[in-house]
Every structure is written in C-alpha cells, then in structure tokens.
C-alpha cells in the first residue's frame, strides 16, 4: 500500500525560505516519479516541480523556475520541495503526488496515482 506523507508547511512572510518533505512508503520500484502540486480554493492543482525517482530528470512549473528546487539528497524514500523568495501567490496546500514511469505527463495531476494529504504554505506580504 502505497503511502505519501508531507511535512515543512507553515506561514512565513514573503522573502523567506521552506522546505517541504515528502516522505514515501509502499513504493516497490524505482520507475515511480515523484511530483509536488499545489492547490488554492476553485482552482485545479498545478505542476510545482516533479523526478524521477532515481533524481536524473526534472521539471518544474514555470512560476516557480529558478526560486523552487525538487530533490531527493537525504533518506532514499524522501522528496523534498526546497522554496526560496517566496511571494503571497505561492500560498496554497502543497501536494505531494506519485506516478509510475516518465514523460510529459507528469504535469498532469490526474495522471497521477496516489497523493498525500497535503501541506498548507501561507505566504504573508
């Protein structure tokens, strides 16, 4: 049974740095990629960044590019969500979501198989 945990949400002021993780269990392969999406109230969750599981490939929404980085340096079954200048329109519940294999796809939150229960990031002005 595949499980997905996130941790590191909370409220800063904007400017500041956070890190999320996601930590996985259940996951027999490593064909799985992970990715973080976010969610604000009435609208679809969006691509934040997402790897491969083996860390060689990235992608990362274009909102983000250059101030979020995604990894996975530290225990094998974590993916962390490195944010840094945060802006107050980076505020949402942040999710973290598994998909078997890699493509194009991988932007697609419904392709995805499993997720978390998610995170609240609240960026303040």
Sequence with gaps: QVQ?????GGSVQAG???T?????SGLD???YSMGWF???????????AAITWTGENTV????VKGRFTIDKYGPQNTVYLRMHSLKP?????????????????VETAYRYAHWGQ?????VSS
């Design 60 to 63: 990362y929404g274009s909102s």
């Design 38 to 48: 976010r969610q604000t109230p009435g609208k679809e969750r969006s691509l934040v």
């Design 20 to 24: 999320l993780s996601c930590a996985a």
């Design 89 to 105: 329109e980076d505020t949402a519940v942040y999710y973290c979501g598994s998909i078997l294999s890699w493509g194009p796809f």
């Design 4 to 8: 997905l945990a996130e941790s590191g």
């Design 118 to 122: 998610g995170t609240q990031v609240t």
């Design 16 to 18: 500041a740095s956070l």
């Design 29 to 31: 392969s490593d064909e």
